[in-house]
Every structure is written in C-alpha cells, then in structure tokens.
C-alpha cells in the first residue's frame, strides 16, 4: 500500500491568501448594504440635549393685564429631545434644526403655571418626536401693576479738579410698571452717577435701580432716566474797582475818599462762556456824605450763564480824615561817635565841631503830616532828628539824618526831612 505525503492546508491560509478577491468582496458587501438600506429607508433616533425653550405670546399675556414675574431671557430653560427619522433624513438632525418654545398667550390668571413645550423641526422633511424632557416648564404669573415712586440721585466719587455741579436737573418721581410682586415692594428709584467721569455741561441718560422702604434692592428693570448734572467749569477772577465808587469827591468836610479793595471771587460757567472772561465788575458804590471806612458786600455784575460760588465779597471803601502838613525846626543829634575821635560837621555854610554825642548847633526843616484833629498835638519835641556815627572810622562822609516820632503817635502820621538832606561830615 502507497503512503500519501500530501499534508492538509492550513485554516489561516485561506484568509491571507487571494487578498484582491476579499478586497472584491468587502467592496460588494458595502454596495449590497447601502442598496439594502436606501430601497428599505429605515427608521433610526437621535437624542439632542441643551435645546433653549424661547418664550411666545408675552404680548398677548401682557395685553391681558399679566406678566412673567421673572425676565425669560436671563435663565432661558433647555430640554432634551429624542428624535425619530427615516434613514435619508438622519443626518440632517442635529439641534441647529430644532425649535422649541412655550406659549404663554392662553394663561388668564396669575400664580404657578405649569405650560407644555412646543417642539417643531426645520429644514427635514420628516422628522418624529419620540420624547421631550423636561415635558412642561414652570412660569409664575403676576398681575401688571403700575405707580409712580420718587426718584433720587445717588453721587458716586467726586468731580474733577476745575468743575462744579451746581443745580442738578432730573423728573421728581419716575412711573414703573411690571410684576405686581416687585412694584408693590419697590419705595423709591435710585440713579447712581459717578461724577468722576463727567465733563462740562455733560447730560446723561442713566438706568434706574429700585429698592424697597429699608434700602434692600429690588430686582427690577425700569426706564432710563435723562439728568442735567449741570455741569460747569470753576474759574477764580479778580475785581475791577475802577469806576466803582459813586460821589468819591463828596464826602464829609473835612474828609476824603482813600479807596476802595475787593478781593478774588470764585465763579462758573460752561467752558465757552468763561473761558475769556479776566475780571469782574461791581455796581457803584455811593459815600456821599461819609465820614468814615466802611465795609459793605459788592454787588457784582455777572455775565449771562456765570454764577457766583464763593461768598459774595466785601468791599472795604476807606475814607480818612484829610490831612495837612506843617514844618518844624528841629535840632540834630549826633549819637555814635567812637571814643577817642572828633567830627566836624557842615551844613549850609555853617561848620560845627564835636567830641561827644548830644545836639549840635544844626536846625532840621521837618514836615510833618497828619489829620488836623492830630497835628495840632504834635510838638517840635516830639521830633527826633539823629545822625548815627556808628561803625565810622576816621573819614570823610555824606550822611543822610533819621526822623523818627514820637511812638505814641498812630501811624496816620508822617514826618520827612526837608533840608538839610545830607550832613558833611569829616572824623578824625
């Protein structure tokens, strides 16, 4: 008998070998399946989350005297949808294609509602829907209610440097109308504004916010309110006092008119009112018949859109006694002359020795002027006319004389040497 020696193919080989008949029939088999499956068309689903649920029939709500408690489109809901469509339209599904909303418009009473979820598809032919959770969204309702409450302004930091806000303009009470629920707790309005970023004559329009009658915010939106903050540019400008005094030659006998001062004043405006604007100008001030200083509050004349904001100034009208003048001769006295020198002093042709301080045998012219009421008391004693040697050495010297007064005099009195100006003077 004739042993066989052919041995048996190995299982492996037939899935390494005749690699391009199995590419042929993968190939096929897609062909087959995508045949298969556009002549059955069948049914496949899709789930799609985070849907946003838009709100519908507000206006038709509203109309009706109702409204949301709260604004839909702060928190907007979302819901998840599974979708059912045919095989040809399944890749079409994606959540740019589903809408979703809840109408509002049929509610007729207020309080906790509980509204269905719409669901309706775009740009698929057919499309069903399986399932939608959250099925129902939860809405409260409130009565509209409409009053009106006070407004106030509220200041935040501080102007910048060279502005002022004099007279700030805005409505007294703004009219809100919403929820029942928030109007009816809500006390006043409140319109925030930091003046730190305003500028001259700049008006804003500001959204208001509200609280309830212990300051606790309200969440509430209301209209914007416009205010005038009146802003106006600061300038500091000095009075003219020329021409300001009425009657100045006719005061009492015996009297004159001396002058008259105003100090600086603080003034505003906007920009292009003030920017040219030097100085000031008063009302004239009448002294007919004065007989003495006086103070009295300038009456300025301002320009149109220019307003004080310092006090008023004070004007300071000073009116003396007139004054006269009378010449004394008074004797000079040398003082200072070093210890051990002599000096010989001429004036006028005439030459006096000395060795020691003391009067000297040389007259002074001196005037001396004052109100009449005080220069009949003044007496030559009352007259010092002093020539100092202090600090001279042996020389030749021009020296001018000192006067002084007697210190009991006030200060309305003056004297001044008339003659003679200088002394010559030689020491040795």
């Not at 806000?165 to 409140?190: C, D, F, T």
């Amino acid at each position: 008998m004739r042993k066989n020696n052919s041995s048996k193919r190995p299982i492996a080989s037939y899935f390494t070998n005749n690699l391009l008949l199995k590419v042929a029939a993968a190939v096929f088999a897609i062909i087959l399946w995508s045949f298969v499956t556009i002549q059955t068309n069948p049914e496949r689903t899709k789930t799609l989350r985070d849907i946003p649920v838009a709100l519908q029939g507000l206006e038709t709500l509203e109309s009706n005297g109702f409204t949301l408690r709260d604004k839909f489109s702060e928190n907007p809901p979302v819901i998840t949808v599974k979708v059912s469509a045919k095989y040809s339209e399944f890749m079409y599904i994606d959540e740019s294609v589903v809408f979703a909303s809840i109408d509002v418009s049929k509610i007729t009473t207020d309080g906790a509602a509980g509204v269905n979820v719409g669901v309706t598809f775009s740009n698929v032919a057919e499309a069903t829907l399986i399932s939608v959770e959250p099925r129902t969204i939860n809405v409260t309702v409130d009565k509209i209610a409409t009053k009106e409450v006070p407004l106030e302004l509220n200041k935040l930091n501080a102007l910048p440097e060279g502005l002022t806000s004099l007279h700030p303009q805005m409505p007294e009470n703004v009219s809100i109308s919403g929820s029942s629920y928030y109007v009816e707790r809500i006390s006043k309005a409140l319109v925030d504004v930091d003046l730190s970023l305003l500028t001259d004559g700049q008006i804003i329009n500001q959204a208001c916010r509200f609280v309830d009658e212990n300051n606790n915010p309200i969440k509430f939106e209301g209209s914007s309110v416009t205010v005038d903050m009146d802003v106006q540019t600061l300038k500091e400008l000095p009075v003219n006092t020329n021409g300001s005094i009425k009657n100045s030659g006719k005061v009492a006998e015996g009297y004159e008119f001396t002058g008259v001062s105003v100090g600086k004043v603080t003034v505003c405006g906007h920009a292009d009112d003030i920017a040219n604007l030097t100085e000031l100008n008063i009302r004239p001030i009448d002294i007919l018949g004065k007989s003495e200083s006086f103070q009295q509050q300038a009456q300025l004349i301002l320009p149109a859109g220019i307003s004080l904001v310092s006090e008023a100034p004070q004007a300071k009208i000073t009116i003396s006694e007139k004054k006269e003048t009378v010449t004394f001769e008074c004797p000079v006295s040398v003082s200072n002359l070093a210890s051990g020198h002599t000096a010989v002093i001429t004036s006028s042709g005439k030459t006096v020795n000395i060795s020691a301080d003391g009067n000297i045998d040389i007259k002074a012219s001196v005037s001396v002027t004052a109100p009449k009421s005080v220069l009949s008391s003044v007496k030559a004693t009352d007259i010092i006319v002093r020539l100092s040697l202090l600090g001279k050495e042996a020389g030749i010297y021009e020296l001018t004389p000192v006067v002084t007064l007697n210190s009991s005099f006030a200060s309305s009195v003056s004297a001044q040497i008339v003659s003679p100006t200088q002394l010559h003077v030689t020491i040795s």
